[in-house]
């Protein structure tokens, strides 16, 4: 569906070239380009060396990584991440763990860690499960803990759960979406954690906020998942001290936002069909940063289910393929 003056626009020009520039990555997530131009890759692990395999069960290793490129160099800078395995009714896994990274100076890293489930579910887990759930230096400090926070006020009202996905710094403060808590919140240096804004419901479907960046205009924009019911993915526009407002709709699955060099925005879909039944391929799409107009972008490869987006300021994308597996792709997309 549209929102009043919003038009979708012909199909933009195939990429000039694919290329992988990572191979065999275990359940890649995030992709951030950094002001070297460096690349770095958030890796989720593959869970422990013994997988659990009991419907409903959950187990812990520490298998997650940091992958950095570095022009021709490549490889893991950061490795033994927690990572959790958490195993569905119908026997299959997915991985919690490291979902986002960025260099935090002094040969640190900051990363976002998924979780899917509650502070006392990572307790259940031990000591080594304490990052899942926050926003945290790699094998160092806890900035702060957005599982906790979801627990101990449950901003939305509805299941107590957690799982933050992106980040943004704002001054000396973070803001993180927590995809399962269907919230924006706000990290400061003292580690305390606090809600700017709960997303609502688009009717039957929980928002599930996902990426997050800053605009051309200095205001925050933030994908939102709305179940990944097809075309019911939405896109919002905040400025601090004003309620946040949609800026444009008609997306599905969307995972991940980056900013072109020339201000427009692009989404990123997981999926394009109901990702239960009948998951689609993954998809990029062009967002008028003025109009909110929607326009594919041919990937000019399939997208298996992606999750990270980046873009530099040549305006190459980078995006993670494969991510459900231990063979993920790092693929850059030269569009023409």
Request: aromatic share 4%.
């Amino acid at each position: 569906m549209a929102i009043p003056g919003q038009s979708v626009a012909a199909a933009a020009e195939d990429p000039a070239a694919v290329t992988v520039i990572a191979s065999g990555l275990k359940n890649p997530r995030d992709v951030a380009i950094q002001s070297d131009g460096s690349i770095l890759v958030a890796e989720s692990g593959s869970g422990p060396a013994t997988a659990c395999t009991e419907p409903g069960s959950q187990c812990l290793g520490f298998t997650g990584s940091i992958y950095r490129v570095k022009g021709t160099s490549k490889g893991r800078v950061v490795t033994g991440l927690p990572s959790k395995m958490i195993v569905r009714a119908d026997g299959s896994n997915v991985i919690a763990g490291a979902n986002e990274v960025q260099y935090a100076g002094s040969r640190s890293y900051r990363v976002t860690y998924s979780l899917s489930g509650t502070d006392t579910s990572r307790a259940a887990l031990g000591t080594g499960a304490a990052p899942l759930g926050t926003l945290a230096i790699a094998k160092g400090a806890i900035l702060g803990d957005l599982a906790a926070h979801e627990s101990s006020v449950n901003p939305d009202g509805a299941e107590v759960l957690s799982n933050p996905q992106r980040s943004v710094e704002v001054g000396g403060d973070h803001l993180v979406t927590d995809a399962a808590g269907n919230t924006l919140l706000r990290v400061s240096p003292d580690g305390t954690v606090r809600t700017e804004f709960a997303f609502p419901r688009n009717g039957d479907a929980e928002a599930v906020p996902t990426g997050i960046v800053k605009g051309a205009d200095s205001a925050y924009y933030i994908s939102d998942m709305s179940g990944i019911r097809t075309g019911l993915g939405r896109i919002w526009r905040w400025q601090p001290g004003y309620a946040p407002t949609v800026f444009t709709t008609g997306l599905t699955g969307v995972i991940d936002l980056a900013v072109r060099p020339d201000g427009d925005l692009v989404a990123l879909s997981y999926a394009t069909g109901d990702t239960v039944s009948e998951p689609g391929t993954g998809a990029l799409t062009l967002i008028d940063k003025t109009t909110g107009a929607l326009t594919p972008i041919s990937a000019g490869t399939t997208l298996n289910l992606p999750t990270g987006l980046d873009i530099a300021p040549n305006g190459d994308i980078y995006v993670t393929n494969n991510t459900l597996s231990n063979s993920g792709e790092l693929l850059r997309l030269q569009v023409s």
